[in-house]
């Protein structure tokens, strides 16, 4: 358990980690103090004449009333102030010894403060749980053991009574306090639970239902269009998992995950070439991948800007188990080498950045093929191990 920080300030005002039970804990508390003080004057008053030193006996139930009236006016529940209280107890339980009857004094039958030993006993177990109120409760039993000088049964009694009066009003503090935290968490969480049900109708509303209408229209568009359709249809899918209740750590270790390869090219490929691709979803990590499907779509816009007006491309994907190869093929007019070292020269870095560039830094590389009658073959090459 956390420790308690002070519950009252001097001015008496409770801070808002008091729970209901360790607040009906303290009232009882300054209820019992008073009333147990009137038992003790009561009961001292009632075996007077058998007292050893009356005038002294009344002296010190004197200054645990006086202690008793300026806790009552002046509440605190810091742990000093509980201690010093625990401090005039013990003295009085001590002073029995030698002011009280013979009985009380030698046998341990009672204790000059009577029941009032037990209340700083469990103001101490409030403050301090359990283990406080032991070890209260311990010090009374110590003081009641030293008075009469001998374990006789009434006076062991009377400490281990003690000593389960502070286990006891601890351990429900605890309990008490233990349970207001798990009160509060399961607030937080309903109020979080509503914000977010709020903010998914609000996100549902708006932009979840423009991310669909953008992903059927640029699918139905084709084209440029379509690839721009299939952005936005991944994308609506992450934020419906997120409005949905997925917590953010799993979906950001979902979407840092292995990705399905030929899913990412469908998608850049979408209105532009045909994809052939395994039955079997082909996983890379997502950066491998992200940086494969851009020098897919580096080729493709190659294709657009040189192949011609008809010329029509394919993807095609091949996982050899040890290597990932993506082939980009058209049926254009054809490209040579020496037209690819001079764009190169020229600054235009399509081929040399974008493809084999990026190909070479995941330990791959990308090569060239040039059929006879036209039509251009790009195939590029990586190792599953070196991604």
Known sequence: MPPLSPSRAPGGVGTPDDSLVVSALWRAIRVLRPLTLVYAVW??????????????????????????????????????????????????????????????????????????????????????????????????????????????????????????????????????????????????????????????????????????????????????????????GEQEQRLRALVSGVPVDELEKTLGGPVDLSQYLRQASAGMADLVAPADPVYLPRRPANELVAAVEAALDNVRKHAGRDAHAWVLVDDAGDDIVVTVRDNGVGVSEDRIVEAGSRGRLGVSASIRGRLEELGGSARYLYGPGGGTTVEMWIPKRGA
């Not at 009961?43 to 009552?72: N, Y």
């Not at 000088?149 to 009434?154: C, F």
């Not at 006076?155 to 009160?183: F, I, K, M, P, W």
């Open 43 to 232: 009961a001292a008053w009632t075996r007077r004449d058998e007292m050893q030193q009356p005038t002294a006996a009344f002296a010190i139930l004197g200054v645990l009333a006086v202690w008793t009236i300026v806790a009552l006016v002046w509440e605190r529940r810091e742990l000093w102030w509980h201690v010093v209280e625990l401090g005039l107890a013990a003295g009085a339980v001590v002073a029995t010894r030698w002011v009280d009857t013979p009985d009380a004094a030698f046998r341990g039958t009672t204790t000059l403060p009577g029941v009032w030993q037990a209340v700083p006993v469990a103001s101490i177990g409030i403050v301090k749980g359990w283990r406080g109120g032991l070890a209260a409760g311990g010090i009374i039993a110590l003081a009641t053991v030293a008075s009469t000088r001998s374990v006789e049964v009434a006076a062991v009694s009377n400490g281990l009574l003690v000593l389960l009066v502070g286990g006891t009003v601890g351990y429900c503090a605890d309990l008490a306090r233990a349970e207001q935290v798990e009160l509060s968490r399961a607030l937080a969480q309903e109020a979080e639970d509503v914000e977010r049900d709020r903010l998914a109708r609000t996100v549902h509303d708006g932009v979840l239902q423009a991310l669909a209408f953008i992903h059927r229209r640029g699918i139905d568009a084709g084209g440029e269009a379509a690839r721009l359709g299939a952005m936005a």
